[in-house]
């Protein structure tokens, strides 16, 4: 059974595989593209055996959504079903959500789903992907460039709307964002203070919460320039991310007490915002916490803050209470670990 949903993704019932099929009736999916560091896309070639596109080259990995699952969720578990690759959810990059069509010749139905196109950088080797058996023949990994001028006889092996206009777009878009992609984390330098400091008054700009009042800042402010004695030399850990040395990301956690801790500071360059260093850091965040033998984490945040609200809730946190701050609504969250 797979759910049925309407134009809004809601779902509205649920029908077996067969009928959603024959009827075209709209339901959830997920493809997943891996990008590589020399920009290719790597399909996996259909077995001849399939009902449907046999022998064509098809998404790194696709699948439908089970009932109560979700995207991400369907990404992962139908990665390692069709790759053998574990892969970080956090690092899957959602290139669009769209409402697909697609037109099967041999079944002669329509294929009606409310899509999520995701991206992973894989950096690994084409010959490491497992082929699932019964289902694939292979991999093939295909230059972006390359996608953009096949021949009519190149064309034939693909399933059409995986190399349609909007998925080259796409692609593109993956070019770009798996660009940027090689950053690292390292434990906070005194040297970082001033670097540190600016991003945290960017990012606050940039979401219309920073308040400039220099009295209030200087009190508000002060772990930031005391992060080895706040955070770091008092049971905590403050990380900075770095794209080519330059520091795009930053967060660290803060000891409440002997059991709890406080996320603090997490902030992430606004021109890198939406390429999912924000998951990254606050998973990194949580599994130091773990490490440090904590068992609960507290943060919050400012009402307005709708990203940053959404990544804490899918991450686990829940909200506790409200207040406000500087005349500005702030939610509290936790998590317990």
């Not at 019932?13 to 009736?25: D, M, N, V, W, Y």
């Not at 540190?196 to 220099?214: C, K, R, S, W």
């Not at 945040?301 to 991450?315: F, G, I, S, V």
């Amino acid at each position: 059974m797979l759910e049925v949903v309407d134009e809004e993704d809601n779902v509205i019932g649920l029908e077996t595989r067969e009928k959603i099929h024959r009827e075209g009736l709209l339901h959830r999916d997920i493809h997943l593209w891996f990008i590589t560091p020399k920009n290719e896309i790597i399909f996996q070639l259909r077995s001849k055996l399939k009902d449907s596109f046999p022998g064509m080259l098809d998404a790194t990995v696709a699948g439908h959504v089970e009932p109560g699952a979700s995207y991400e969720e369907t990404a992962s578990k139908e990665c390692k079903e069709e790759t053998g690759i574990d892969i970080d959810i956090s690092k899957l990059i959602l290139l669009k959500k769209m409402k697909n069509e697609s037109f099967d010749n041999i079944k002669n139905n329509t294929h009606r789903t409310m899509d999520r196109q995701y991206a992973y950088l894989y950096e690994g080797s084409i010959n490491n992907l497992k082929i699932e058996k019964d289902s694939a023949e292979g991999f093939e990994s295909w230059s972006i460039g390359k996608l953009h001028n096949l021949s009519e006889k190149e064309r034939e092996r693909f399933i059409p709307a995986r190399i349609s206009k909007n998925m080259l777009e796409l692609f593109d878009k993956a070019r770009e964002v798996a660009a940027n992609l090689s950053f690292s984390f390292r434990r906070f330098e005194k040297r970082d203070e001033e670097v540190v400091y600016n991003l945290h008054v960017t990012a606050m700009e940039q979401v219309g919460t920073f308040i400039d009042i220099p009295e209030l800042r200087e009190l508000w402010d002060k772990d930031l320039k005391n992060i080895e004695s706040v955070y770091i030399n008092n049971n905590g850990e403050f990380y900075v991310v770095t794209l080519k040395d330059k520091i795009i990301g930053m967060g660290g956690i803060r000891k409440v007490d002997e059991t709890t801790t406080e996320v603090k500071r997490m902030r992430v360059e606004p021109s890198m915002q939406g390429k999912g260093i924000g998951k990254l850091i606050l998973d990194k965040l949580i599994e130091k916490a773990k490490e440090l033998g904590y068992k609960k984490l507290i943060l919050d945040t400012a009402e307005k803050q709708k990203a940053a609200r959404h990544l804490y809730e899918t991450r686990g946190f829940r909200e506790y209470k409200r207040g406000e701050i500087a005349g500005q609504e702030t939610i509290y969250y936790q998590l317990e670990i």
